[in-house]
């Protein structure tokens, strides 16, 4: 169902991604390609494309949601487990990968629950060790937000490791843009663990005016609901071509049968889980909490030069901001996903964002 809010996980509920999909699933299956990384803002649709993906493959996969770690490898050996677990509840490939936990040393199966003795690292090397000299073709080990592991000392040099020498294990690694590339990856910095590796781009995007449009009249449809030409160029242009805003507001929509309810619910919902993401990265960073709000509110109105972010900041804060201080707050938001800049103008990656900070100032 397109108005499903969770992730999709079949084709035939994923909508207009058909080039990315294509693209991802002939990637996963050429031998030649080691690593694929989905690059893309928040709520654009990557865990959906990399889970259709996965589903679309006959290879054996383990997905790992890095967000649950909350960045911290003290959480990474109960998200392993949960990984796993999720593959013997129900998996395609149930069979083969208790014979493989047979086969790791600390690893207990207990019917479908695991219980993982050794530190993480070691598990899941010595798992995907035993994958690569176990599968037929390949075996997939994907994961979600990966940039959220970016301060897991060992995780990228494991991760070069499985680059290099375990050829039937293939890498998908999910993230924002820059944070991915440059926090976790660290592309440009020879010192990294993954410095050099050629690896496959896909980018996840919004949708366009009429793609917004097109996948609520499609989601309507499906769920026998009638709404008025009017209100969804309204939805479309609130929400901006996130699919994820465009999905709750279909799904109000349907519970709701009011489509102003549902489009002020759907801006309700969002600015409670972007206030809660923005107050995680404001966390560290107290005595700028301010500038970084200001600035987010600033960009609410349109899009602006740094000049123009530069005078709207001083004028509401009423003192002078060093032109270093205000291009790393600026780095900072883009790097976390709040930002985004094109051809020297910078804008809200997600426009519920301006939203939300409104009432955090």
């Not at 770690?69 to 998200?79: A, F, I, K, M, P």
Request: net charge neutral.
């Amino acid at each position: 169902m397109l108005f499903d809010p969770r992730p999709k996980e079949r084709i035939e509920d994923f909508f207009d991604m058909e080039d990315e999909l294509g693209r991802l699933v002939r990637e996963l299956a050429d031998p030649s390609t080691r690593m694929v990384v989905i690059l893309g803002p928040r709520r654009t649709g990557k865990t959906s494309l990399l889970k259709v993906a996965l589903n679309s493959l006959s290879s054996p996969s383990l997905l790992l949601d890095a967000r649950e770690t909350l960045g911290s490898e003290d959480y990474l050996n109960s998200v392993l487990a949960k990984a796993l677990e999720e593959v013997l509840r129900g998996g395609r490939f149930v069979g083969l990968l208790r014979t493989l936990l047979r086969r790791v040393r600390g690893v207990s199966v207990y019917g479908v629950e695991v219980r993982l003795g050794e530190e993480p690292r070691r598990v899941m090397l010595d798992l995907l060790e035993e994958a690569n000299s176990a599968v037929e073709g390949s075996l997939i080990f994907a994961v979600d937000e990966a940039q959220e592991l970016a301060g897991v000392r060992w995780f990228p040099s494991a991760l070069a490791y499985i680059y290099d020498n375990l050829d039937r294990v293939k890498l998908v690694l999910t993230g924002s843009e820059v944070r991915l590339l440059d926090s976790l990856i660290r592309v440009d910095d020879p010192e990294s663990p993954l410095y050099g590796r050629p690896f496959v781009e896909i980018h996840t995007r919004r949708l366009s005016p009429d793609e917004a449009i097109e996948f609520l009249r499609r989601g309507f449809e499906e769920v026998g609901v009638s709404v008025g030409e009017g209100v969804l160029l309204r939805a479309v242009e609130v929400l901006d071509g996130v699919i994820g805003w465009l999905t709750y507001f279909g799904w109000y929509c349907w519970k709701l049968s009011d489509a102003e309810r549902a489009l002020e619910r759907t801006i309700e919902t969002a600015k409670g889980l972007v206030a809660a993401e923005v107050e995680r990265f404001l966390a560290g960073r107290a005595a700028a909490r301010a500038r970084y709000l200001t600035i987010m509110r600033a960009l609410s109105t349109g899009e602006l030069t740094w000049s123009e972010v530069r005078r709207y900041l001083e004028v509401r804060l009423g003192r002078r901001i060093p032109p270093n201080q205000l291009s790393k707050y600026l780095r900072n938001l883009i790097r976390y996903g709040f930002l985004e800049k094109r051809e020297g103008r910078y804008r809200l990656a997600d426009p519920l964002i301006g939203y939300a900070v409104r009432d955090m100032l």
